[in-house]
């Protein structure tokens, strides 16, 4: 099973994955992605879902029109571990690739 | 323009949408869907994602592994139109044929 990270590795992996910050309250991170549209967005939601679905590992998440906000925690670490990093670097690639 | 439904016509309306109910402090209304597991979730999303752009009104929702809270409201008249509630009524169509 994944561990939770420390302080320090969380904060070491956040600074390579731009726009992704600590959950005020929570051992969690979180980023608000952006689109042009709701087509963007829920193209983005789509192939997110399909890497988690594989990953066994889901995000949290709220969509409004063309804006997704994501939080990231494993559940059954009871915090942060590699599977989160692993899942916002993975949305990071596909947001990059969905914005026109 | 869709206007805004008076407060007995969407009681009315609320009577016959199973689950839907009105949102606390809001003009707009609002259902947790609960499905097995993230397949049927997502499905379900993906279902409406695409009735919901066709219909050019988008829902507000949030996604937890098996559960879908959305809410709906119709932002150009302030509150909720019939448009929400065809939408809810479509939603609860697509909610029965994916659930297992």
């Known amino acids: 099973m994944a561990e939770r990270l420390t302080a320090d590795a969380r904060k070491q992996a956040l600074g390579a994955i731009p726009g992704w910050t600590e959950v ?13 549209d709701f087509n963007e967005a829920f193209g983005f939601m789509t192939r ?5 679905e594989k ?17 990231l925690s494993t559940h059954d670490a009871g915090g942060v571990t590699k599977l989160d990093i692993e899942l916002a670097r993975t949305m990071n690639t596909i947001a990059k690739l969905t914005a026109t």
């Open 55 to 71: 990953m066994d590992h889901h995000p949290e998440w709220r969509n409004v029109y063309k804006t997704v906000e994501v939080v």
């Open 24 to 36: 005020q309250g929570r051992d969690a991170i979180g980023k608000t992605f952006v689109f042009k």
């Open 48 to 52: 997110a879902a399909l890497v988690a």
